[in-house]
Every structure is written in structure tokens, then in C-alpha cells.
């Protein structure tokens, strides 16, 4: 439900995306550091979406982690080197205040609103920026 005008969402937010992968996984000391479920990304910017049929705290509180680990080990397939790296949640449902906790935490919102899928956040929103380390 995301994937078909992903892409539209972010540009109407001037945010220029040229491709999108899904299910990445970064790898530290030969075992499973992360999964990424799904990844957009141009020459200067790049987007990490976690995806959830009900997103929880919890979920948010994870993919904060996630963008933790992907600072210190980037997807191989990827290359986020000097790109400026937003994180975004998107949830099916709900749960209690997680899409206000994410919106707190930098995070774009995606919700389902009938059959489409919109960007939650309003226009005064300043996304949280992560850098890959060096």
C-alpha cells in the first residue's frame, strides 16, 4: 500500500527521490545487525522507512536504534556516504500517541487515509538528520 506513490509523497515535500529497495540488511561481525524495510534514496538524500501494520512506541523506539546501527554500518548496497539520511514509520493503525511520539522524534509519518497513504507531518515539521560516520 505504501510502495505505489511513495516516491510522489516525499517530492510534494521537496524531497527529490530516485529509487527505492526494499528489505536491506546490514551486517556487523558476520551476523544480522539490522533490517531496513525500506530505502529511497537520490545523490544527496536518502530515506529509511519502517513499516508496520500497527505502529507501537515501541516501533518507534526501534527504528531510532536502527538509525543508530546504520550510521555506524550503512547497507553494502547502498551508498548513504554524504547523503542526508530522514527516518520514516508508517502504520496501517495507530497505536495510542506513537504517530505524535515519532513526529517528536523526527520521524515522518505515513498513514493510511482510505485507500491512500499521506505524509501525517504539517508543514512546520523539521525532520531529525542522521550522517553516516566516518
Not at 556487523?28 to 513499516?51: P, R, S
Not at 511520539?101 to 531529525?128: C, H, S, T, W
Amino acid at each position: 500500500m505504501i510502495r505505489p506513490n511513495i516516491i510522489d509523497l516525499f517530492r510534494e515535500r521537496n524531497i527529490i527521490l530516485k529509487s527505492l529497495a526494499c528489505n536491506l540488511v546490514g551486517i556487523k561481525d558476520g551476523e544480522e545487525y539490522y533490517e531496513i524495510d525500506m530505502l529511497l534514496a537520490a545523490e544527496d538524500v536518502a530515506v529509511v522507512v519502517e513499516i508496520k501494520s500497527t505502529l507501537r512506541v515501541d516501533d518507534v523506539n526501534e527504528h531510532l536504534e536502527r538509525m543508530q546501527k546504520i550510521t555506524e554500518i550503512a547497507p553494502y548496497m547502498s551508498t548513504l556516504a554524504g547523503k542526508t539520511i530522514y527516518g520514516a514509520v508508517a502504520g496501517i493503525v495507530i497505536d495510542g500517541d506513537a504517530d505524535k511520539y515519532a513526529y517528536r522524534k523526527g520521524f515522518f509519518v505515513l498513514k493510511q487515509k482510505g485507500e491512500m497513504v499521506k505524509i501525517a507531518n504539517d508543514k512546520k515539521f523539521k525532520p531529525a538528520v542522521w550522517k553516516i560516520q566516518s
